[in-house]
């Protein structure tokens, strides 16, 4: 006859000290456990719930500025350092841990339209509507650190007078090169009063300009004749153009997939493409009910954030269709930058109403420091979420987004029409000769033609 013993040592379950946490024994056998999937499931409707409990994104406004806020830049230095720049020709360093104005750059008599920061965060460039481009020493960290409250001014480096207003201005990931946006592409060195190059194709204003973050020498620009065109600083002429049915307002490339881009175009959409096939969009990015003003990528290259005219600001995955978060306030006005913090922790939103506003990337994140069993537990949440989001009631909660009314009513009014145009459309292909009226996606619907 065979007996089976139990025998534990106490050496296994005894606390060595008294702030120790017990040991727990688990047996994590399937056969034992019938219910797992269903407490599981629990698990994630109650992690599901408990999000939007705690879903607090907004931190706070930064005010300072008299007049709207026209654009930003992040210093890839320092990270708690942005700078904004207003249509009064006022640029501000911003300290976003202390949410106060660190220095002053007065010198723009009208307004400014583009910021960017050197490679190696210390020099700002900004140009403006006064078809000037200046250049400002970017104060040290030291001032960044200190609690003095009165604004330090600082005085322009170099000023370089141009024939023509300015639209935007990006400087090179890598380089000494920077490139602004206007009546023609024009590229500028550091010590050069007059450009080294000047792009043009066509006659129409380009209203953004962003160097490609993984080859210095790639760009790509959008004007107002509803083009998209890549330009390359090795050759005499442009690469590649685009055009669209309607204009494109800001461009971002994905820092982590460098062929990539993402267009914010007029016609409330996103436009993903790969820049070595130009003659469809990626992805489709919809969810706006109005023109979508700028973008800007994550460094982690995962998720984008878009700032529009319909006052809200909204975080989509890089290949999703729909935006997975919606940011809006009561006293936020039309939203005309945006910008991802470089630790992707944070979104900060710039709008017509000139303040700045600090958000949390995600909404229901705890600030501060997490215990590491904290953080597990997190993780374990966030897992089974992940696990069981396909299911309705799970699905549902997660994204469900109070909307203000009148950006709810305009979405519903837009499905609406979107389907009467679908309908539309079926009809007329039924009542035709067959193959007579070709069935032609929304990637490529959008895309007039490609230049070359």
């Known amino acids: 006859m065979k007996v089976k013993v139990i025998s534990r040592s106490t050496d296994e379950f005894t606390r060595e000290r008294s702030q120790d946490l017990q040991r727990v024994f688990r047996n994590f056998d399937p056969n034992l456990r019938s219910q797992e999937k269903a407490v599981e499931y629990v698990r994630a409707l ?79 460039v900004s140009c403006g509507t006064d ?77 953004s300009v962003r160097f490609n973050p993984g080859e210095p020498n790639i760009l790509a620009t959008s004007a107002s004749d509803r083009s998209i065109t890549i330009f390359d600083l090795r050759l005499a002429s442009p ?28 016609d409330c959409n996103c436009y993903s493409y790969d820049s070595r096939k130009l003659d469809e969009a990626r992805c489709v990015h919809k969810d706006h009910v ?12 995962r998720e984008f954030v878009t700032g529009s005219y319909d006052r809200t600001v909204r975080i989509f ?41 600090l958000w949390k990337a995600k909404a229901s994140e705890q600030l501060g420091v997490l215990l590491p069993r904290e953080r597990k537990k997190h993780e374990y949440l966030e897992a089974v979420k992940n696990r069981y989001k396909h299911l309705p009631e799970v699905k549902r909660i997660v994204r469900h987004r109070h909307l203000p009314r009148a950006i709810y009513k305009a979405a519903s009014l837009r499905r609406i029409m979107s389907e009467a145009e679908r309908k539309k459309e079926e009809r007329r292909r039924a009542h035709s000769a067959p193959g007579s009226i070709p069935k032609e996606a929304l990637r490529k619907r959008r895309i007039i033609e490609e230049v070359e």
């Open 46 to 124: 109650n992690a599901a719930k408990l999000d939007k409990i705690f879903a607090r994104p907004f931190i706070g406004a930064m005010d300072g500025h008299i007049d709207a806020v026209s654009c930003m830049a992040k210093n890839p230095s320092h990270l708690k350092g942005i700078f904004s720049g207003s249509m009064d020709g006022d640029i501000r360093l911003w300290d976003l841990a202390s949410r106060r104005t660190v220095c002053q750059f007065s010198g723009h008599q009208g307004a400014v339209r583009g910021l960017t920061v050197s490679t190696d965060g210390r020099v700002l």
């Open 131 to 207: 078809s000037t481009v200046r250049l400002w020493n970017v104060p040290v960290s030291s001032i960044m650190e200190s609690n003095d409250s009165s604004n330090n001014s600082a005085k322009p480096l170099a000023v370089y007078v141009w024939k023509h207003a300015f639209w935007a201005v990006d400087h090179q990931w890598d380089g000494d090169l920077f490139a602004t946006a206007g009546a023609q592409v024009d590229i500028w060195d550091h010590n050069r009063s007059q450009p080294v190059n000047s792009f043009e194709w066509g006659k129409d204003t380009a209203i």
């Open 239 to 266: 690469a590649r153009k685009i055009i669209m049915r309607t204009k494109t307002n800001s461009i971002a490339w994905n820092p982590m997939e460098p062929m990539n881009f993402t267009a914010a175009n007029e």
């Open 290 to 301: 109005s023109a979508v003003m700028d973008i800007d990528y994550s460094p982690t290259g």
């Open 317 to 357: 995955q890089y290949n999703g269709g729909h935006s997975r978060e919606v940011y809006h306030t009561k006293r936020m006005q039309r939203v005309f930058c945006v910008k991802f913090s470089c630790d992707a922790s944070y979104v900060i939103s710039g709008s017509d109403d000139t303040n700045l506003r």
